[in-house]
């Protein structure tokens, strides 16, 4: 069974712009979740979907969104781009009840 | 809330040598603990999971872990650790949210 892919894995952009970052899960999966990584905050959780629903939501500005398809892929969006924002962003899938989560390579996100 | 501590932030073992990362975590309820290895510039991978049951969890590579409710830790061994371990672990624990929240990482450096 194929794994998370996410997409892209690399990008740049410049402060006031937007992205928009990709992600399919694991085949069977319907939940998604998004997480931000850097070196000075670790890991945190911006928000999970299941079944085109926000079910949990981080601690992020507005500026942070995401949405989930009838095929359960999802995509986050910033937008209005700080440098604050560079960082590796991390989709995991997980089942219904959402017990174990399986990450994605991540996407690389670079804000000059 | 549930907070994680990752009492080590670098860990360095020589190679064949036992090691063990620590893990504690706080929570006023029943917690679902996992630990995830990351190695340079991929995303997450799952090495193994307490969702109930037996208290000592096999995981992948030959690491084991054992979940002890009194005193809130999930402590990640490896009797014989090799070059190729070398990498960043990271603890993490779940409750009733569909949200994982980790520890700030330990960065595991095998030396020969």
């Known amino acids: 069974k194929a794994g998370v892919t996410q997409t892209p894995r690399y990008l740049i952009k410049t402060r006031g712009q937007q992205v928009t970052l990709s992600c399919s899960p694991i085949?069977?999966?319907?939940?998604v979740s998004w997480y931000q990584q850097t070196p000075g905050q670790g890991l945190q959780f911006l928000f999970e979907?299941?079944?085109?629903?926000?079910?949990n939501k981080g601690n992020f500005p507005g500026r942070f969104s995401g949405r989930q398809f009838s095929n359960s892929r999802s995509e986050m969006n910033v937008s209005t781009l700080e440098l604050g924002d560079s960082a590796l962003y991390l989709c995991a899938s997980g089942l219904a009840g959402g017990e174990t989560q399986y990450f994605g390579p991540g996407t690389r996100l670079l804000v000059l | 809330a549930q907070s994680v501590t990752q009492l080590d932030s670098q860990v360095p073992v020589f190679e064949e040598a036992p090691v063990e990362l620590r893990c504690n975590y706080s929570?006023?309820?029943?917690?679902?603990l996992f630990w995830y290895v990351q190695y340079p510039n991929q995303g997450l991978q799952l090495l193994l999971k307490y969702l109930s049951g037996s208290t000592l969890v096999k995981g992948i590579n030959g690491f084991e872990a054992e979940f002890n409710k009194s005193q809130t830790s999930f402590h990640l061994r490896k009797p014989s650790v090799h070059i190729s371990d070398t990498a960043e672990y990271f603890c993490?624990?779940?409750?009733?949210?569909?949200?994982?929240?980790f520890g700030k990482g330990t960065l595991l450096t095998v030396n020969p």
């Open positions: 929570s006023s309820v029943s917690v679902y």
């Open positions: 993490a624990v779940r409750v009733s949210s569909y949200k994982l929240t």
């Open positions: 979907y299941f079944s085109e629903t926000q079910r």
């Open positions: 085949s069977g999966h319907r939940s």
